[in-house]
Each structure stands twice: as C-alpha cells, then as structure tokens.
C-alpha cells in the first residue's frame, strides 16, 4: 500500500482518478424490465427493433384520398387497423389521428378543411406538406437509438417501448454501505457532555442513492478499536462494492481507518486531496475473495467536509462503476459577490443560484463542522488553486448530487 499523504493530490486529478478506478472496475450486466430501467445505465446499444414508425402513420382526423377529387367515402380507419388498399380513383376513407395510411392513398385532408355535399362526396384541398409519418422517419430498423454508457430516464425509456423493448440491458446498480465511526456520537436527542448528534448517518446515504447507488446497510457509531473498524470493514465487503466511513481519516489515537487499510492489503487510489474545505479524505481499493476490487471512501468526520469528500471522490467513482459517462466539464455561472481563494488548494465555496441557474451567491454558516450552508446551497462555487474570485467573474460550478428528475 503506497502513498504520500504530504503531497495532496489536485482536486480536479483526484475526480479524475476515482472515475477511472470505478470505470476499470465496472462489469457486468442485467437485464431488467422497462419499469425498472430508470436511473440505470445502459451496458449495449439500444438500437430500433423495427423502422420508427412501422408504417405510414396519419398525423390528423380527416381523409385519405386517391385521384382527384371531389371523393366518394368507401370506409374508415381506425388506429390500431390494417386498412385495405385504396386502388379506384375518386374513393377515399375517413382516417383518424394515428391510424395506418393504406396503400394507395395519395393525400390526406384535414376534417376541418373538407365538406361533404349532399351527395355524399367529400371536397377539399390537401395541404402541401404530407399530413402523416413516414416510416422510418424517426428511425431505421437497426439504426442505434443510443449508445452504451448512456444513462436511462423516463424518456429513454419511452423511446425503447416505442421501438418494441420489454427489458433493457444495463449495468448493475453500484452498492454501497455506509460506516460511522467515533466514540463520541449520539444516535438520538440532542447533544450534550461532550457527545455529539451523529447527522452523517442519516444524510450520507441520501447523497449515495443521488449520487446512483443502492444503499446495503448503514452501520455505526463503529466502536473506536482496530478490530471493531476491521470487522465492521469485512462485513460491508460483503454486500458493497463501495463502504463509505466517516471519521477517523487523520492519524490521532483513535483513528484506525489507515491500519484498517494496511492490513486489508488495501491501495490509496488518492489519499490526501488538495481542497478546502475536505482535508482529509481517501479513496482505496480493496482486494475482495473474488478476485474483483471494492472500495473504501475515507469521509472526515466534520460533515461539510464529509459531503465535500462524497462529491468529489465518492460521485466519480459510482459513475465510473455504472459505466456511464463522467461531466468533468463543469458549468460556468456568474458570481455575485467576491469569493476568496485557499491559496495552493481549490476551493469548494458553497453557494445558491438564482431562479435563472446562472448566478452564484456564496451562503453563510460554511465551517466544515456546519449544516446549515450546506443546507441552503445548490451546490459549490469552484476556486482553483491560486485564484480569487471577484464579483462579475465566471467560475466553474459544481451542483450537488439531485435525484432524477430534481433542478436545483
């Protein structure tokens, strides 16, 4: 096991790391039902089962004719039929929105642009665009729909009952369990003699299933001893692919994390990363019976830090196992007001953003032992190393974890 916890690795090249070490780790695949697709990622080609659409599809309620008219009425069709062939000049069908086109017909014409005279023929002038859906227009059979990595909502979905799937092919759901560690917590009432209220616990795996994990268990406060951290370590190897513990990433006389790892025979993806706040903060690999490698996040035990810490190593990492693609690119948006660097450190300043996404004003109540920002924040201004922001400036902005479907 190597590292060099005096030289902290640069925020954006740890993102980068823990996405690679999930994506060399991803495996596998699942077939599941539509239903149970979303949030999933794709793990083949989705491609179209039949041409979209199958066959000449009407776009109105109206007329389908042949000739020149005025059209004498010989039927109607309905969707969900299969419509004779039109084959006599002069005929025509009533046709309903959605319907097949038969053979034959040369125009269609809107109900509300035709009459029919007493006689009983229909007249009208058929529009110059075709009022009905070629096949093949959306796509062809065969044709790939989207590719492998992509992630799956409900529109994805749509698009695959469109073209005729009842499963989808997907990644498994990277798992993962959560490990508290420290003495000094409380699991319930409010804190007092030197006791703390555990808030970890309860928030960390929301930002885990954000973040599109499955959730295996939530163990703690762990008993400050080696062989408790150890045993509780194997225990979660069991289930995840991914533990999450919080506390214990220094190396005070209770903190047992980097022992633990040393004798798993675990190695530092990235120990020590250069942002403030999150110091300190790891992420490893542990070798499992297998022969697969699982992974341990080293999350500080103060909770702005430990969600910093899920974000920039934890959020990666599960993208990388569900194989799907990672935005190392960040949006930029407009600060507000002057943000102030940590000089050879990036800084993650929390912020909101206003009703247009494209401004940032930094919050209050930010110590890395505080909630409250936290609570009140879209997401983190980023300062990289060096810089100061001032007001009017662009900066790039990193949104906390949202589940399908949540804006910030």
Do not use: Q
């Given at each position: 096991m190597s590292a060099d916890e005096n030289i902290p690795v640069g925020w954006e090249q740890a993102r980068e790391l823990a996405y690679q070490a999930g994506l060399a780790a991803s495996a596998g695949a699942e077939r599941v039902p539509l239903h149970d697709g979303d949030g999933r990622t794709l793990a083949e080609p989705l491609r179209a089962l039949t041409a979209l659409p199958a066959f000449p599809t009407s776009s109105i309620d109206?007329?389908?004719?042949?000739?020149?008219g005025p059209w004498r009425p010989v039927g109607r069709v309905l969707a969900g039929a299969t419509p004779p062939p039109l084959t006599t000049d002069g005929t025509c069908v009533e046709i309903a929105t959605g319907a097949m086109v038969p053979e034959g017909a040369a125009a269609l014409i809107r109900v509300e642009e035709s009459a029919t005279g007493a006689d009983g023929l229909v007249t009208g002038v058929p529009r110059s665009m075709p009022e009905w859906r070629r096949p093949g227009e959306e796509a062809t059979l065969g044709e790939e729909l989207f590719p492998a990595g992509t992630p799956v909502d409900p529109a994805v979905i749509g698009v695959a009952a469109t073209s005729g799937?009842?499963?989808?092919?997907v990644r498994p759901a990277p798992r993962a369990a959560v490990l508290v560690f420290g003495d000094e917590l409380l699991t319930s009432g409010p804190p007092g003699a030197g006791r703390v209220r555990d808030s970890l616990g309860p928030q960390v795996p929301s930002?885990?299933?954000?973040?599109?994990?499955?959730?295996?268990?939530?163990?703690?406060p762990v008993e400050d001893t080696l062989d408790a951290h150890l045993a509780a370590i194997r225990r979660g190897l069991?289930?995840?692919?991914?533990i999450c513990t919080t506390?214990?990433?220094?190396?005070?006389?209770?903190?047992?994390?980097?022992?633990s790892l040393t004798e798993l025979g675990a190695e530092y993806v990235v120990n020590t990363v250069g942002v403030r706040p999150g110091f300190p903060m790891l992420l490893a690999r542990v070798p499992a019976a297998d022969g697969r490698f699982r992974f341990l996040a080293g999350l500080p035990g103060n909770p702005q830090s430990a969600v910093i810490a899920l974000v920039s190593l934890v959020t990666p990492l599960l993208?990388?196992?569900?194989?799907?693609?990672?935005?190392?690119?960040?949006?930029?948006v407009e600060a507000a007001t002057p943000i102030p660097g940590r000089g050879r450190d990036t800084h993650l300043a929390l912020a909101s953003l206003d009703p247009t996404g494209r401004v940032a004003t930094p919050v209050g109540h930010v110590g890395s032992a505080m909630l409250r920002g936290l609570a009140n924040a879209h997401g983190f201004a980023v300062i990289r190393p060096g810089t100061k922001i001032a007001a009017g400036d662009t900066v790039p902005f990193l949104p906390l974890p949202l589940l399908?479907?949540?804006?910030p």
């Open positions: 109206g007329w389908a004719v042949r000739g020149e799937y009842e499963f989808l092919t930002w885990l299933r954000r973040s599109g994990a499955t959730v295996t268990s939530v163990t703690g069991e289930t995840a692919d991914v506390g214990g990433t220094m190396h005070g006389p209770v903190d047992h994390l980097h022992p993208a990388g196992l569900a194989g799907r693609p990672f935005g190392a690119d960040l949006p930029l399908p479907g949540e804006r």
